[in-house]
């Protein structure tokens, strides 16, 4: 069965098809003039070396790439081109690049110069180490000034920098080899990118303490150079890893057992009246948790509020005002006032979510922390306006944000945050390995903060709003843009896989309430107008967010998969039985070995289409 580009991924344009390279054991993908998944031996040594431009907020630049020249041959490839970027005030940016790979070395090269100057918050080289089977190991860092210092790569996520001033690192890939990364022209540093549920740790060019934006002289070249060095002792008993045998890919029950989580969905204002037409819908989802957006700062008030109380009346489940207090005051008469208007519009929530206004914006390293009043005279506001009411905080924004400004939790009923998978970057690939870092974010705030009741959403592949800079990036054209507020990928069945192997991810952390879409509009289930989808049609993404409503409540018990960024699943059982839930996360049809979770019918072997869903009832 052909299924076409739409359906998959909500548009016709797909990614272009990366180029594989090889010299010997050394393997890497040129995609857009970059390296992705740099192999040694078939194990992954880098998850990328790019060399990226972003502008004053923070948005990647798509160079336009010309004189694309590729040379292979079995202990060597060679690759040049040039790549040009378009700034504002028609400024330009040309970069010339040269990579070349041999059995034992991969230098990536590059020169930019701009005849007029070129403004950026960063242009250089940006290098990606992969998370799994590397969180926690052993590193050696060299230094700028040539010290060396043992020390290790982090496993509960790092808030800030933890290798600064950085020359090279050095870690083992496998028994017997290690990699050398070493970056020439510039100072780097390393931030743990799980932070923003990147799947990786960022080596990066020029400290964020330094200015930025800040603007790169007319006719100046910028020179830089990365090379990944390989020592192999020639170990002759290594494996290749299980995903690289082929085949079936099998799946096994685990140990671990949990209870599947609540499901909300977010209403904002602007969506309130498209909701209200769309009741129906909203009953056959019944989704626990109604989780209801509120900003002063954005004109929203009592009529709002009356709006949201309609909703929750007609929902037969719970309901949360998220609020974004603008502290333009003091936090008590500003909640109180919020309180007022509730009490005039007869709504009354089951929760209350509340975090600064200005705390929906990042603090990157070396930038002064906006006033704010103290976070515990917010939830003492909240709490006296709001009597006999849950109090939730936490961020309103990513857990970046939470992990660097950690809020005082002792007022608190529950903490919350959200993530967003295309804040770096927003190929296909990139958005699905951030569900490997799902994992790492819960792990670290129950580190935090324990056995706190913990809420994770609303997350949704388009971004809702920028920590990073003064606006999200529009997307009239479906393209594939980070930090963009329209994703095409919510069109398709993208998002359905995307949705529950994100549901997987988190089926350890014991959440109290997981958010992945509203129920309208560019981040809902159903298309509103002016999007390529027939306005009210439901997206793929509802099938996703139906089942886990239903699913809410039931026990969970893990299953372990041979190759997890292809296929998760899981075992859901409640009244209705047990039954096996297996999501394809790629683009392509994978066969899946269940044999050993018994399902109840005769074949154990199961082919699942692309970003498909199945659920196999289990024998007893």
Known sequence: MTIDAFQLYGTNLVDPPSVRLRAGKLEADLANGNLRTIRYD????????????????????????????????????????????????????????????????????????????????????????????????????????????AT???????????????????????????????????????????????ASYKTYVRPLALPWPYRIAANQPVRQKTSLIFKDAGDATRHPPTAALGGAIKLELGACTGTMPDIGVIITPEEADATLSAKSLLSEIAPQELLFHFDPSAGHGVDALAQFAVLAAAHRGRSTLEIA???????????????????????????????????????????????????????????????????????????TEL???????????????????????????????????????????????????????????????????????????????PMANRDPRHNGRFAEAFAFGYAIRVLDADLECLTLSAVSGPFGLIAGPDEPVEQGGRRPLFNAVHRLSRLAGSSSQECVSSSPSEVLSFVARNAAGARLHVVN??????????????????????LLAPFATAALPLAD
């Open 42 to 149: 078939g194990i992954e040594v880098l998850r990328a070396i790019s060399y990226l431009v972003r502008d004053r907020d923070w948005g990647t630049y798509s160079p336009e790439i010309a004189d694309l020249r590729i040379e292979q041959s079995d202990d060597r490839f060679e690759v040049a081109y040039l790549a040009r970027c378009e700034g504002s005030e028609d400024t330009k940016l040309i970069i010339d690049v040269r990579i070349t790979g041999s059995l034992d070395r991969l230098d990536f090269e590059a020169e930019a110069i701009a005849p007029t100057g070129f403004e950026t918050n960063r242009c250089g080289f940006c290098i990606l180490h992969p998370i799994v089977g590397v969180a926690g190991s052993p590193a050696t860092v060299e230094h700028v000034d040539g010290r060396t210092v």
């Open 152 to 198: 290790r790569f982090p496993d509960v996520i790092e808030p800030w920098q933890p290798f600064k001033d950085m020359r090279a690192i050095t870690h083992a890939v496998m028994p017997g080899v290690q990699a050398e990364c070493r970056m020439e022209g510039d100072t780097f540093e390393m931030e743990d990118q799980r932070n923003w549920s990147d």
């Open 325 to 399: 207090l603008p502290c333009r005051s003091s936090p008590s008469s500003e909640a109180a006032e919020i309180a007022r208007q509730m009490q005039l519009a007869k709504f009354w929530p089951d929760a209350i979510m509340v975090s600064p206004s200005v705390d929906r914006q990042s603090t990157p390293p070396g930038s002064k922390w906006p006033d704010c009043p103290p976070l515990d005279e917010v939830y003492a506001a909240a709490h006296a306006a709001f009597p006999g009411i849950r109090i939730g905080g936490g961020m309103l924004s990513y857990f």
């Open 403 to 481: 992990n660097r400004k950690r809020v005082p939790d002792g007022q608190l009923d529950f903490v919350s945050h959200c993530t967003n998978p295309i804040v770096h970057a927003a190929d296909d690939l990139s958005i699905m390995q951030t569900l490997e870092a799902l994992p790492f974010i819960t792990r670290s705030v129950r580190a935090i903060y324990g056995d706190k009741p913990y809420r994770i959403g609303p997350s949704t592949i388009p971004m809702r709003q920028n920590p990073y800079g003064s606006r999200t990036m529009d997307n009239s054209a479906g393209a594939r843009i």
């Open 585 to 606: 996360l790629t683009g392509e049809e994978r066969k899946v070995d269940c044999g050993a979770c018994r399902p109840a019918d005769a074949g154990k072997e199961l």
